[in-house]
């Protein structure tokens, strides 16, 4: 018996020794696909991290903008206050002129009104000294306080004559 034994054993360690390769091959399959499923995941994180990228550089040139087109508008909201100011400060000055010429005027018009009555007081004046002259003098009174008008010419009357009615001309009748 003893010669099989050392075949026994034999078989045994080979047999021990397949099932460890089997075993090794069965883990080397598990780890390759194992490899093979990160490997995808990983290729799927890199899809979405390209496309983040990609959506994260498209949001920032927005941002971009965006702030430029703010700086815009801020600047223009700058210059129309600038204008609005300006219009402002012309507008006062403006009236400002205005009230002044409206008292220079109404001066004037004082001032006129002044030098009317005064004309009207010395053409009464006048016309009692001329009347005290005539009576003394014993002439008729030329000047009372009526003024005899014109007589309206007639507008009809005035320049119009007839005008004769030539060939060819058309007469509305």
């Known amino acids: 018996m003893a010669p099989s034994i050392p075949r026994t054993r034999a078989v045994a ?3 021990m020794k397949q099932i460890a390769l089997d075993n090794q091959n069965r883990k080397m399959r598990r780890l390759r696909a194992k490899l093979e499923t990160e490997r995808r995941e990983s290729a799927v994180i890199e899809k979405e991290h390209e496309s983040t990228q990609v959506a994260l550089e498209a ?3 927005t941002i971009a903008g965006l702030t430029e087109i703010g700086l815009c508008m801020s600047k223009k909201i700058e210059r129309m206050k600038a204008k ?6 012309s507008h006062m000055e403006c009236h400002h002129k205005m009230q002044a010429r409206i008292i220079e005027a109404g001066d004037t018009i004082q001032e006129q009104h002044l030098v009317i009555e005064n004309l009207v007081e010395e053409k ?3 016309l009692q000294t001329i009347q005290g002259l005539q009576e003394d003098n014993g002439a008729p009174a030329p000047f009372d306080d009526e003024w005899e008008e014109e007589p309206e010419e007639d507008p009809e009357e ?3 004559e007839e005008i004769p009615i030539g ?3 058309i007469v509305d009748e």
Do not use: F, P, V
């Open 13 to 15: 360690a080979l047999r």
């Open 59 to 61: 949001s920032h040139t």
């Open 84 to 89: 609005k100011q300006q219009a402002r400060e």
């Open 124 to 126: 009464a004046s006048l």
């Open 158 to 160: 005035e320049g119009l």
């Open 167 to 169: 060939e060819g001309d």
